[in-house]
């Protein structure tokens, strides 16, 4: 019996990854893929695992000793994180502004936490205070926050007092840090989270498939407290530290991945954590100037903007798709377009990792500029790249 599929060498398209993820990999993090492979319990492995260990607490900058990359994509090191610390019954206060906010209240109401929810209108962060009175007044066992929103642009501020006011009620504080974590400020001991995870193929610039994830004291006492077992199998945390710290198997983790992250992670060190961080804002200020000569409009507002993600309306002149389809086909660029309530209005543009790069958003601006032309819109020509460049020229 045959399938019927002729045998062939896949071929696939050279794109420029300017969405919502996965970034443009690093020429050596590509190279990292297809080094050799090795046993998961090789002592090659277990010494590379270590070293990814101690970057992790590097990016995270954190001492936890519970940290960790979870096998899987983003999505599990969020289902990790809350099938540890939620117990059936506790209360779980969720800070919704967006997309991933609302994925955090479902994976709770799956594990049976009663879901409180203290929303923003998307587009907005939630107000702090708000967030912080409720604290008060529900008293939760689980806080929940997205810091980067992904479906906005939005960044959540002041993490650390939400923390405190967690922390004065007994509760666990559980940050989403998938689409800032490596690109702009996370500081998980000085602000007081918890729990904090993210995802390989944003900021930290490596393939998705391995989740970072770090687990501080309060969160590991209400686990060890626990009065019912974690429901998962996969992401209990007990079972993945036993593999990563003392090399009992668990499952075999994917070789090539675990060479990617470490690469890409000690990149970010090379780098240094604060001259990325600022990398990204400068791109961002860059990429915002040529925005504003383009006369396009952004939904986050100036002072909750994601230096990370940048999310900017359209209008019905130029369909999104529309854009979207000539950015890929005509320039074999990819990015995002709008979800939810956004679905068809916004562009998400993600300059992370190595994607936020000068010649990247030159390159993306001349498109965009020459796209709306195209479509009639009275755009002078050269405006963006020039407002860009203005920005690189003061800022160096
Ligand atoms: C803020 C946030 N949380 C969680 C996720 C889920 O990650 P993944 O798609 O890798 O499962 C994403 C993905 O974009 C995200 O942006």
């Known amino acids: 019996m045959t399938v019927g599929i002729q045998p062939r060498t896949i071929t696939v398209p050279k794109r420029l990854l300017l969405g919502p993820g996965p970034s443009e990999l690093d020429p050596e993090v590509a190279r990292a893929l297809s080094l050799p492979s090795l046993g998961h319990l090789d002592p090659a492995m277990v010494e590379i695992m270590q070293d990814i260990k101690r970057l992790l607490q590097y990016t995270f900058v954190t001492r936890n000793e519970a940290t960790l990359a979870v096998s899987g994509t983003g999505t599990s090191a969020m289902e990790t994180a809350l099938a540890n610390v939620i117990e059936p019954g506790d209360k779980v ?4 502004m967006g997309y991933f906010g609302d994925r955090l209240a479902q994976i709770t109401a799956k594990l049976g936490g009663q879901v409180i929810r203290v929303e923003a209108e998307w587009g907005k962060a939630i107000d702090p205070d708000m967030i912080i009175a409720r604290i008060k007044e529900v008293t939760p066992q689980v806080v929940c926050l997205v810091h980067a929103e992904t479906s906005t642009g939005v960044v959540q501020p002041e993490i650390e007092h939400i923390s405190s006011a967690a922390h004065e009620v007994g509760a666990v504080l559980v940050v989403d840090t998938v689409t800032s974590l490596g690109g702009q400020p996370v500081k998980v001991d000085d602000w007081g989270i918890d729990v904090c995870y993210s995802a390989g193929q944003k900021c930290i610039g490596a393939p998705s498939g391995l989740s970072p994830i770090t687990f501080g004291e309060l969160a590991l ?3 060890n407290k626990r009065t019912t077992p ?3 199998f996969y992401l209990d945390l007990n079972l993945l530290r036993n593999y990563w710290d003392s090399q009992q198997y668990h499952h075999t983790i994917s070789a090539p991945l675990v060479y990617a992250l470490h690469t890409a992670l000690d990149k970010i060190q090379q780098e240094g954590l604060e001259n990325r ?13 040529g925005v504003e000569a383009l006369s396009l409009d952004l939904l986050a507002e100036k002072d909750h903007r994601l230096n990370t993600l940048i999310t900017i309306k359209t209008t019905e002149d130029i369909a999104e798709r529309t854009i979207r389809q000539e950015l890929l086909n005509d320039y074999s660029i990819e990015v995002g377009g709008g979800i939810g309530p956004f679905q068809g209005k916004l562009l998400r543009i993600g300059l992370m990792g190595y994607g936020s790069r000068r010649e990247f958003i030159i390159q993306l601006l ?5 796209i709306l032309r195209k479509h009639g819109r009275p755009v002078p020509e050269g405006c963006s790249v020039a407002a860009a460049m203005k920005v690189y020229e003061t800022a160096l």
Do not use: M, P, Y
């Open 221 to 223: 006492d209400k686990i």
């Open 277 to 289: 961080w600022k990398r990204h804002e400068i791109n961002q200020r860059a990429f915002l100037a």
């Open 230 to 232: 974690v429901s998962s």
């Open 366 to 370: 001349a498109a965009l500029e020459s």
């Open 93 to 96: 206060l969720v800070g919704i």
